[in-house]
Protein backbone atom coordinates (compact mmCIF):
# COMPACT_ATOMS: atom_id res chain seq x y z
CA UNK A 1 0.00 0.00 0.00
CA UNK A 2 1.49 3.44 -0.81
CA UNK A 3 2.29 5.74 2.03
CA UNK A 4 -0.49 7.90 3.98
CA UNK A 5 2.54 10.07 3.95
CA UNK A 6 2.94 10.61 0.69
CA UNK A 7 -0.79 10.69 -0.24
CA UNK A 8 -2.29 13.30 1.99
CA UNK A 9 -3.75 16.05 1.07
CA UNK A 10 -6.24 14.56 -1.30
CA UNK A 11 -9.12 16.40 -0.26
CA UNK A 12 -10.82 19.84 -1.75
CA UNK A 13 -9.28 21.47 1.67
CA UNK A 14 -5.93 20.01 0.92
CA UNK A 15 -5.65 22.19 -2.24
CA UNK A 16 -6.38 25.71 -0.46
CA UNK A 17 -2.88 26.11 0.61
CA UNK A 18 -1.54 26.73 -3.23
CA UNK A 19 -0.37 29.92 -4.11
CA UNK A 20 -3.24 32.25 -4.43
CA UNK A 21 -1.66 33.92 -7.39
CA UNK A 22 -1.65 30.31 -9.09
CA UNK A 23 -4.43 28.78 -8.26
CA UNK A 24 -7.22 31.86 -8.65
CA UNK A 25 -5.96 31.55 -12.28
CA UNK A 26 -6.90 28.07 -12.79
CA UNK A 27 -10.17 25.76 -12.77
CA UNK A 28 -9.03 24.36 -10.05
CA UNK A 29 -10.35 27.32 -8.08
CA UNK A 30 -13.39 28.50 -10.24
CA UNK A 31 -14.94 24.90 -9.72
CA UNK A 32 -13.77 25.35 -5.87
CA UNK A 33 -15.92 28.59 -5.47
CA UNK A 34 -18.65 26.34 -6.80
CA UNK A 35 -18.55 23.38 -4.70
CA UNK A 36 -17.00 21.21 -7.11
CA UNK A 37 -14.30 19.55 -8.42
CA UNK A 38 -12.49 20.06 -11.58
CA UNK A 39 -10.15 17.32 -12.74
CA UNK A 40 -8.82 15.42 -15.91
CA UNK A 41 -7.21 12.22 -17.38
CA UNK A 42 -3.30 12.01 -17.06
CA UNK A 43 -0.69 10.02 -17.80
CA UNK A 44 2.41 9.07 -15.74
CA UNK A 45 4.18 10.36 -19.05
CA UNK A 46 3.40 13.63 -19.07
CA UNK A 47 4.70 14.18 -15.57
CA UNK A 48 7.96 14.40 -16.96
CA UNK A 49 7.02 17.68 -18.75
CA UNK A 50 7.58 20.14 -16.44
CA UNK A 51 5.45 23.19 -18.23
CA UNK A 52 2.61 20.49 -18.91
CA UNK A 53 2.89 19.64 -14.71
CA UNK A 54 2.38 22.88 -13.75
CA UNK A 55 -0.65 23.33 -15.99
CA UNK A 56 -2.10 20.19 -14.66
CA UNK A 57 -1.15 21.88 -10.48
CA UNK A 58 -2.99 25.45 -11.82
CA UNK A 59 -6.30 23.86 -13.41
CA UNK A 60 -6.85 20.21 -12.05
CA UNK A 61 -8.02 19.31 -8.39
CA UNK A 62 -8.82 15.83 -9.25
CA UNK A 63 -6.86 13.09 -11.55
CA UNK A 64 -8.17 9.96 -12.82
CA UNK A 65 -5.43 7.83 -14.63
CA UNK A 66 -5.45 8.15 -18.56
CA UNK A 67 -4.85 4.23 -19.05
CA UNK A 68 -2.42 3.26 -16.53
CA UNK A 69 -4.97 1.69 -13.90
CA UNK A 70 -7.43 -0.70 -16.58
CA UNK A 71 -6.58 -4.16 -15.75
CA UNK A 72 -4.25 -5.06 -19.19
CA UNK A 73 -2.23 -2.31 -17.53
CA UNK A 74 -2.12 -3.79 -13.92
CA UNK A 75 -2.44 -7.02 -14.16
CA UNK A 76 -0.50 -8.29 -17.77
CA UNK A 77 -0.30 -11.67 -16.38
CA UNK A 78 -2.43 -13.94 -14.12
CA UNK A 79 -1.10 -12.79 -10.32
CA UNK A 80 0.90 -9.96 -11.06
CA UNK A 81 0.38 -6.79 -10.87
CA UNK A 82 2.38 -3.75 -11.85
CA UNK A 83 0.58 -0.10 -10.53
CA UNK A 84 3.67 1.92 -11.54
CA UNK A 85 2.04 4.05 -13.60
CA UNK A 86 -0.81 4.49 -11.25
CA UNK A 87 1.04 4.78 -8.46
CA UNK A 88 3.41 7.63 -9.55
CA UNK A 89 0.50 9.83 -10.43
CA UNK A 90 -0.80 8.76 -6.93
CA UNK A 91 2.20 10.07 -5.65
CA UNK A 92 2.11 13.45 -7.58
CA UNK A 93 -1.47 14.11 -6.66
CA UNK A 94 -0.63 13.61 -3.27
CA UNK A 95 2.39 16.30 -2.98
CA UNK A 96 0.09 18.65 -5.38
CA UNK A 97 -2.99 18.50 -3.08
CA UNK A 98 -4.88 16.79 -5.70
CA UNK A 99 -7.98 14.14 -5.17
CA UNK A 100 -7.65 10.98 -7.15
CA UNK A 101 -10.00 9.05 -9.49
CA UNK A 102 -9.60 5.55 -9.95
CA UNK A 103 -10.84 4.29 -13.95
CA UNK A 104 -11.65 0.92 -14.21
CA UNK A 105 -11.95 -1.77 -12.43
CA UNK A 106 -14.56 -4.01 -13.88
CA UNK A 107 -14.87 -3.64 -17.80
CA UNK A 108 -15.56 -5.48 -20.40
CA UNK A 109 -12.58 -3.50 -22.55
CA UNK A 110 -9.08 -3.01 -22.10
CA UNK A 111 -8.38 -6.65 -20.42
CA UNK A 112 -5.01 -8.72 -20.83
CA UNK A 113 -5.56 -11.23 -23.21
CA UNK A 114 -5.31 -13.57 -20.90
CA UNK A 115 -8.17 -12.79 -18.68
CA UNK A 116 -11.40 -13.68 -21.34
CA UNK A 117 -10.51 -17.70 -21.51
CA UNK A 118 -9.87 -17.71 -17.54
CA UNK A 119 -13.36 -16.13 -17.08
CA UNK A 120 -14.96 -18.51 -18.92
CA UNK A 121 -13.82 -20.95 -17.43
CA UNK A 122 -13.61 -19.63 -14.07
CA UNK A 123 -15.50 -21.72 -10.94
CA UNK A 124 -16.58 -18.89 -9.06
CA UNK A 125 -15.95 -14.97 -9.08
CA UNK A 126 -12.63 -14.42 -7.39
CA UNK A 127 -11.93 -14.39 -10.88
CA UNK A 128 -13.22 -10.22 -10.64
CA UNK A 129 -13.71 -9.74 -6.70
CA UNK A 130 -9.58 -10.93 -5.67
CA UNK A 131 -8.65 -8.07 -8.35
CA UNK A 132 -11.04 -5.63 -7.00
CA UNK A 133 -10.24 -5.97 -3.33
CA UNK A 134 -6.50 -5.95 -4.46
CA UNK A 135 -6.46 -2.77 -6.33
CA UNK A 136 -8.53 -0.84 -4.08
CA UNK A 137 -6.62 -1.92 -1.03
CA UNK A 138 -3.10 -0.61 -2.42
CA UNK A 139 -4.52 2.37 -3.06
CA UNK A 140 -7.35 2.81 0.08
CA UNK A 141 -7.74 5.84 1.39
CA UNK A 142 -5.77 7.71 -0.98
CA UNK A 143 -8.89 8.03 -3.70
CA UNK A 144 -11.70 9.77 -3.49
CA UNK A 145 -14.26 7.51 -6.08
CA UNK A 146 -13.65 4.66 -8.55
CA UNK A 147 -15.48 3.99 -11.68
CA UNK A 148 -16.33 0.57 -10.03
CA UNK A 149 -18.53 -0.82 -13.48
CA UNK A 150 -18.14 0.57 -16.69
CA UNK A 151 -20.15 0.64 -19.36
CA UNK A 152 -22.37 -2.53 -18.70
CA UNK A 153 -25.38 -0.78 -20.62
CA UNK A 154 -25.73 -1.21 -24.07
CA UNK A 155 -29.24 -2.11 -25.59
CA UNK A 156 -28.45 -2.32 -28.71
CA UNK A 157 -27.33 -5.95 -27.50
CA UNK A 158 -31.31 -7.24 -27.83
CA UNK A 159 -31.41 -8.11 -23.80
CA UNK A 160 -34.57 -6.94 -22.16
CA UNK A 161 -32.80 -5.62 -19.23
CA UNK A 162 -30.20 -3.76 -21.42
CA UNK A 163 -27.17 -5.05 -20.01
CA UNK A 164 -23.90 -5.77 -22.47
CA UNK A 165 -23.43 -9.09 -23.27
CA UNK A 166 -20.01 -8.96 -22.04
CA UNK A 167 -17.67 -12.18 -20.91
CA UNK A 168 -18.92 -10.96 -17.69
CA UNK A 169 -22.20 -11.76 -18.26
CA UNK A 170 -21.81 -14.69 -19.97
CA UNK A 171 -20.24 -16.24 -17.10
CA UNK A 172 -21.59 -14.33 -13.73
CA UNK A 173 -24.93 -13.33 -14.88
CA UNK A 174 -26.52 -9.62 -14.17
CA UNK A 175 -25.39 -10.34 -10.49
CA UNK A 176 -22.06 -9.69 -11.24
CA UNK A 177 -22.99 -5.44 -11.19
CA UNK A 178 -23.84 -5.92 -7.72
CA UNK A 179 -21.09 -8.35 -6.86
CA UNK A 180 -18.31 -5.78 -7.83
CA UNK A 181 -20.09 -2.72 -5.59
CA UNK A 182 -20.28 -4.97 -2.34
CA UNK A 183 -16.87 -5.94 -2.82
CA UNK A 184 -15.75 -2.75 -3.49
CA UNK A 185 -17.47 -1.02 -1.12
CA UNK A 186 -15.82 -3.57 1.62
CA UNK A 187 -12.20 -2.96 0.03
CA UNK A 188 -12.70 0.87 0.82
CA UNK A 189 -15.83 2.25 2.60
CA UNK A 190 -14.93 5.58 1.88
CA UNK A 191 -14.61 5.90 -1.40
CA UNK A 192 -17.31 7.20 -3.40
CA UNK A 193 -18.72 4.57 -5.71
CA UNK A 194 -19.60 5.38 -9.18
CA UNK A 195 -21.36 3.42 -12.13
CA UNK A 196 -20.27 4.98 -15.39
CA UNK A 197 -21.42 4.83 -19.00
CA UNK A 198 -21.93 6.93 -21.97
CA UNK A 199 -25.34 7.60 -24.41
CA UNK A 200 -27.07 9.56 -22.29
CA UNK A 201 -26.93 13.07 -23.35
CA UNK A 202 -28.02 13.14 -27.04
CA UNK A 203 -31.59 13.39 -28.29
CA UNK A 204 -31.88 10.70 -31.28
CA UNK A 205 -34.12 7.34 -30.60
CA UNK A 206 -31.07 5.52 -28.97
CA UNK A 207 -30.50 7.70 -26.79
CA UNK A 208 -33.90 7.71 -25.18
CA UNK A 209 -33.40 4.09 -24.70
CA UNK A 210 -30.30 4.53 -23.44
CA UNK A 211 -31.53 6.93 -20.79
CA UNK A 212 -34.20 4.86 -19.87
CA UNK A 213 -32.17 1.07 -19.43
CA UNK A 214 -29.78 3.29 -17.36
CA UNK A 215 -32.23 4.80 -15.14
CA UNK A 216 -34.33 1.24 -14.71
CA UNK A 217 -30.17 -0.40 -13.69
CA UNK A 218 -30.15 2.77 -11.06
CA UNK A 219 -33.38 2.07 -9.73
CA UNK A 220 -32.89 -1.60 -9.47
CA UNK A 221 -29.52 -1.36 -8.10
CA UNK A 222 -30.94 1.01 -5.09
CA UNK A 223 -33.97 -1.14 -4.74
CA UNK A 224 -31.27 -4.22 -4.22
CA UNK A 225 -29.46 -2.41 -1.45
CA UNK A 226 -26.14 -2.07 -4.35
CA UNK A 227 -23.68 0.47 -2.83
CA UNK A 228 -24.02 2.23 -6.52
CA UNK A 229 -23.39 5.99 -4.96
CA UNK A 230 -22.88 8.19 -8.10
CA UNK A 231 -23.49 7.79 -12.12
CA UNK A 232 -20.60 9.20 -14.36
CA UNK A 233 -21.27 10.87 -17.33
CA UNK A 234 -18.62 10.47 -19.66
CA UNK A 235 -19.72 13.12 -21.88
CA UNK A 236 -17.91 12.35 -24.72
CA UNK A 237 -19.06 15.62 -27.29
CA UNK A 238 -19.30 15.83 -31.11
CA UNK A 239 -19.11 19.56 -32.04
CA UNK A 240 -20.88 18.74 -35.11
CA UNK A 241 -22.57 16.37 -35.10
CA UNK A 242 -26.16 15.46 -33.01
CA UNK A 243 -26.32 18.16 -30.17
CA UNK A 244 -26.88 17.53 -26.68
CA UNK A 245 -30.33 17.62 -25.59
CA UNK A 246 -30.70 19.65 -22.67
CA UNK A 247 -34.19 19.35 -21.62
CA UNK A 248 -33.54 15.60 -21.93
CA UNK A 249 -30.53 15.20 -20.17
CA UNK A 250 -31.89 17.35 -17.89
CA UNK A 251 -34.64 15.54 -17.12
CA UNK A 252 -32.98 12.52 -16.80
CA UNK A 253 -30.00 14.18 -14.24
CA UNK A 254 -33.52 15.20 -12.10
CA UNK A 255 -34.28 11.49 -11.75
CA UNK A 256 -30.72 9.96 -10.72
CA UNK A 257 -30.61 12.85 -8.96
CA UNK A 258 -33.98 12.06 -6.91
CA UNK A 259 -32.42 8.22 -6.58
CA UNK A 260 -30.17 9.80 -4.02
CA UNK A 261 -27.01 9.63 -6.07
CA UNK A 262 -24.10 11.79 -6.82
CA UNK A 263 -23.48 12.66 -10.58
CA UNK A 264 -20.33 12.95 -11.89
CA UNK A 265 -18.59 14.08 -15.47
CA UNK A 266 -16.20 11.37 -15.85
CA UNK A 267 -14.32 12.03 -19.51
CA UNK A 268 -15.38 15.04 -21.24
CA UNK A 269 -13.95 15.53 -24.69
CA UNK A 270 -15.46 16.89 -27.82
CA UNK A 271 -14.86 15.25 -31.48
CA UNK A 272 -14.29 18.07 -33.62
CA UNK A 273 -13.23 15.80 -36.61
CA UNK A 274 -16.16 16.25 -38.83
CA UNK A 275 -15.27 20.27 -39.26
CA UNK A 276 -13.93 23.08 -41.01
CA UNK A 277 -10.00 23.00 -41.28
CA UNK A 278 -10.15 26.58 -39.70
CA UNK A 279 -9.32 26.31 -35.93
CA UNK A 280 -11.75 29.45 -34.86
CA UNK A 281 -14.81 27.40 -36.43
CA UNK A 282 -13.74 24.69 -34.69
CA UNK A 283 -12.82 25.72 -31.57
CA UNK A 284 -16.13 28.11 -31.41
CA UNK A 285 -18.20 24.85 -32.07
CA UNK A 286 -16.29 22.44 -29.52
CA UNK A 287 -16.89 24.95 -26.78
CA UNK A 288 -20.54 25.35 -27.87
CA UNK A 289 -20.97 21.87 -27.72
CA UNK A 290 -19.52 21.51 -24.06
CA UNK A 291 -21.33 25.08 -22.94
CA UNK A 292 -24.84 22.60 -23.74
CA UNK A 293 -23.79 20.18 -21.50
CA UNK A 294 -22.20 21.52 -18.62
CA UNK A 295 -25.04 23.92 -18.50
CA UNK A 296 -27.08 21.34 -17.44
CA UNK A 297 -25.11 19.61 -15.73
CA UNK A 298 -23.97 22.47 -13.32
CA UNK A 299 -27.70 23.28 -12.92
CA UNK A 300 -27.97 20.07 -10.98
CA UNK A 301 -26.86 20.22 -7.27
CA UNK A 302 -25.91 16.80 -7.13
CA UNK A 303 -23.17 17.33 -9.53
CA UNK A 304 -19.97 16.67 -8.01
CA UNK A 305 -16.98 16.78 -9.86
CA UNK A 306 -16.36 17.12 -13.80
CA UNK A 307 -13.17 15.64 -15.33
CA UNK A 308 -11.79 16.03 -18.60
CA UNK A 309 -10.25 13.29 -20.91
CA UNK A 310 -7.27 15.46 -21.00
CA UNK A 311 -5.92 19.02 -20.37
CA UNK A 312 -4.76 19.52 -23.33
CA UNK A 313 -4.05 18.66 -27.42
CA UNK A 314 -0.81 18.36 -26.60
CA UNK A 315 -1.06 14.81 -26.56
CA UNK A 316 -3.14 13.92 -28.93
CA UNK A 317 -2.78 11.89 -31.90
CA UNK A 318 -3.88 12.45 -35.42
CA UNK A 319 -6.25 9.93 -36.72
CA UNK A 320 -4.42 8.22 -39.85
CA UNK A 321 -7.52 9.07 -42.18
CA UNK A 322 -7.04 12.93 -41.99
CA UNK A 323 -3.20 13.49 -42.23
CA UNK A 324 -3.34 17.34 -41.98
CA UNK A 325 -6.13 17.46 -39.21
CA UNK A 326 -4.58 18.51 -36.04
CA UNK A 327 -7.14 17.54 -33.17
CA UNK A 328 -8.80 20.54 -30.61
CA UNK A 329 -11.23 18.38 -28.26
CA UNK A 330 -9.31 19.48 -25.27
CA UNK A 331 -9.53 22.87 -22.93
CA UNK A 332 -5.69 23.93 -23.42
CA UNK A 333 -3.83 23.61 -27.22
CA UNK A 334 -0.97 22.10 -27.72
CA UNK A 335 1.44 25.21 -26.34
CA UNK A 336 -0.99 25.03 -23.12
CA UNK A 337 -3.00 28.42 -23.85
CA UNK A 338 -6.78 28.54 -22.92
CA UNK A 339 -9.03 27.92 -25.56
CA UNK A 340 -12.81 28.70 -26.05
CA UNK A 341 -13.50 25.33 -24.68
CA UNK A 342 -11.71 26.78 -21.47
CA UNK A 343 -14.01 29.29 -20.86
CA UNK A 344 -17.02 27.47 -21.69
CA UNK A 345 -15.84 25.42 -18.71
CA UNK A 346 -15.36 28.44 -16.34
CA UNK A 347 -18.39 30.07 -17.34
CA UNK A 348 -20.51 27.13 -16.45
CA UNK A 349 -18.98 27.03 -13.28
CA UNK A 350 -19.98 30.51 -12.89
CA UNK A 351 -17.51 33.06 -13.74
CA UNK A 352 -17.35 35.58 -16.36
CA UNK A 353 -14.89 35.61 -18.66
Known amino acids: MLSRRMLLGTSMAAFSGLRAEGAAAGLRAISAARGVLFGTAAGSYQLRDGDFQAALMREAAILVPEYEQVREAIEPEPGRFDFA ?55 AGAYRSWDVVNEAIWPQDGRGDGLRVSQWLKRFGPGYIDTAFHVAKLADPKALLVYSDWGCEGGEAWNDVFRAKTLAFLEGAKARGVPVEALGLQGHLNAFGPPVDQAKLRTFLDRVKALGLKILVTELDVDDTKAPREIAARDA ?15 NSATAAVLTWGLSDRYLHKPEWLPDYTPRKLPLDADLQRKPMWNAIARAFGRRV
Open 85 to 139: GADLLTSFAGRSGMAMHGHTLVWYAANPKWLDEKVAHAPDDEIFTTYITRVMQHY
Open 285 to 299: AVADATARFLDVVMD
